[in-house]
């Protein structure tokens, strides 16, 4: 009973020692490439720059642009050092900020320095970054025109 088994073993291994390394380099040949880095701060866009704005959150200074887009505006957060806050979104919200985004606040995306957030037809209101994973609103700045 054991002398079967064991043959059966033995092939196995060989067999594995044989199929594992040409699956790692099929897999490892295979790969897709690597995404590409977001935009740094200093790549602003050519776009007409309506205001500009700086403050400080967590030790890092924030710079926000709001520029004409495509007959609507856009808004650009960029920072020379990063923003040392997990999970960080970014909201827009017509009323006075709260400690945590409300319902009617309008979900922008994810903080990516650099990257541009479409502001909606009615631009007044108050730009939220909430970290997620801390459960804190890190800043609250107005945009649009309640500057």
Do not use: C, W
Not at 65 to 89: C, E, G, H, M, W
């Amino acid at each position: 009973m054991i002398q079967p088994l064991r043959k059966i073993h033995r092939r196995a291994f060989l067999a594995s020692a044989v199929v594992l390394p040409i699956l790692f380099v099929s897999g490892v040949a295979s790969r897709q490439p690597l995404p590409e880095a977001p935009a740094t701060p200093s790549q602003t866009p050519r776009l007409p720059k309506i205001s500009e704005t700086a403050f400080r959150v967590n030790g890092a200074t924030l710079t926000t642009r709001v520029f004409k887009y495509d007959r609507t505006l856009a808004l650009q957060i960029s920072t020379a050092t990063p923003l040392l806050a997990p999970d960080v979104l970014v909201y827009f919200s017509a009323a006075s900020p709260t400690q945590a985004p409300t319902n009617d606040s309008l979900f922008l995306g994810a903080f990516i320095p650099g990257q541009l957030y479409p502001l909606p037809k009615n631009p007044r209101g108050y730009i939220t970054l909430y970290s997620l994973a801390q459960k804190q609103t890190l800043a609250s700045f107005p945009v649009g025109e309640s500057q």
